[in-house]
């Protein structure tokens, strides 16, 4: 009876992950004349929807001068409108028992309301109002230009370890725009015109350079309605939009470096170049980097913090951009420990993967840990809107979102320890020992 009881519990398992891996998101897609890409995606089973739009605009669309005005209008967009009073667009969205946020990286700017169904037109109201009427005038530039430098003050600048980001794309990437962070440089939002900034909106802040997701409790056909409602009268940008076309030339040797900083324990920062997001390597890459450093069930932690006790911390921070990226591994050293020996120990464990096989119980813990993220990154409305939209924008293929899993799943044992060999190497890195400021001769 008890083998019969495992034996169908062992079924059920194998059936139960069957149906999950076959069950896709189901959505539908259409164009505006003007340019514009929606994406609708049905879920019924809450009475909520996520209405989306992502600009395929970031920091590298920004000029050497005038860095930061990707994430800038991430905070000017929320001024208000033509249409909306100025700050009150948070109290509409809160009034009608929804949220909204938004968020800007390196290569798009994402802004999306979650809403009770009955809101939908709500939502697509604000966004259109925000695709054509935003309030970018001197009354809003001022008040975000102090918003902005007093927050690269408070998370760049005045936080332990805070600068590490620019410090390492700065030395990382000497042609290519992400050679800056999003936050930019407060100097050129301080020195920037009223007129640049209505430039760049112009610039990017069109429908021919977004898409936008409805996911939710929502149908089709009245959702298509709505979008034409508000989004047809919107005009596309005429002519190219400015696209960096600077190509990062491959790494012949390492990069060393030590940063003073505002810190008690020293950190030791290792930064690899990694291809683009979507490409062959990329997925091999991503598992090797969750390997290594991401969880406390990864090598190095294990290793450092777990069994020689040479750290107290090990993270990974991956950078995955639409251009070749970085794979990031941090380790804070014990008490007393120097950098140089964290640092050798870090490299031993690299070395492992560049020279062994991974045992096969490991492998296939690392495969039902990406399962697991793909999954939980796709469980909610939310999630799933905002997957659809970065797919869409990237790769021009929404349909990812059912068939990513499946190329992390294609990644061998081999291929770890062909990409460990490829890219993980100490030509082709960073390397960023931080010290307390005490220690600055």
Not at 56 to 85: C, Q, W, Y
Not at 196 to 220: Q, R, T
Not at 282 to 300: C, D, F, I, K, P
Request: aromatic share 10%; proline share 4%; hydrophobic share 40%.
């Amino acid at each position: 009876m008890k083998k019969i009881a495992v034996l169908l519990f062992t079924i059920l398992i194998i059936v139960s992950g069957f149906i999950s891996r076959a069950a896709e998101i189901e959505f539908k897609e259409f164009d505006l004349p003007n340019g514009l890409h929606v994406i609708v995606h049905e879920d019924n089973s809450v009475p909520i929807v996520a209405v989306s739009v992502m600009y395929h605009v970031g920091s590298k669309n920004e000029m050497p001068d005038r860095t930061g005005f990707a994430h800038f209008f991430e905070h000017l967009m929320f001024e208000g409108t033509k249409n909306i009073e100025r700050f009150q667009y948070d109290k509409i969205v809160e009034q009608a028992g929804g949220t909204l946020n938004a968020n800007t990286s390196n290569d798009r700017t994402y802004y999306y309301e979650i809403l009770p169904s009955n809101q939908l037109e709500l939502g697509l109201w604000l966004e259109s109002e925000r695709m054509l009427h935003a309030r970018v005038d001197s009354i809003g530039i001022a008040t975000q230009k102090g918003v902005v430098i007093e927050e690269k003050k408070q998370s760049y600048d005045n936080r332990p370890y805070g600068s590490f980001l620019p410090e390492i794309l700065k030395r990382s990437f000497t042609k290519h725009p992400y050679n800056w962070a999003t936050i930019g440089d407060p100097e050129h939002i301080r020195a920037a015109k009223d007129e640049e900034f209505k430039s760049f909106y112009d610039s990017f802040y069109v429908p021919n350079n977004a898409v936008l997701v409805l996911a939710g409790d929502i149908k089709f056909k009245d959702a298509k309605k709505l979008v034409k409602k508000y989004f047809s009268d919107i005009p596309a940008k005429e002519g190219e939009i400015y696209r960096p076309t600077a190509v990062e030339e491959r790494k012949q040797e390492e990069v060393r470096d030590t940063v003073y900083d505002n810190i008690q324990l020293p950190a030791v920062f290792q930064a690899y170049h990694i291809p683009a997001m979507g490409s062959t390597d990329y997925y091999a890459v991503e598992m090797l980097s969750q390997l290594l450093a991401t969880g406390q069930s990864s090598r190095l932690y294990k290793s450092l913090v777990d069994e020689q006790q040479l750290a107290i911390q090990v993270a990974a921070i991956p950078l995955p951009f639409e251009d070749p990226g970085l794979a990031i591994t941090l380790a804070l050293p014990n008490m007393g420990l120097d950098c140089a020996t964290l640092e050798e120990a870090m490299d031993k464990e690299v070395e492992k993967v560049q020279n062994e096989l991974i045992p096969d119980k490991e492998f296939q813990k690392l495969k039902n840990q990406v399962e697991n993220n793909i999954v939980t990154q796709n469980s909610t409305i939310a999630t799933r809107a905002n997957t659809l939209a970065r797919n869409y924008t990237y790769f021009n293929d929404a349909g990812r979102i059912n068939t990513d899993l499946d190329k992390y799943l294609a990644v061998t044992k081999e291929d770890l320890k062909r990409v460990a060999n490829e890219y993980f190497r100490k030509d082709n890195r960073v390397v960023l020992h931080y010290l307390p400021k005490s220690e600055e001769k």
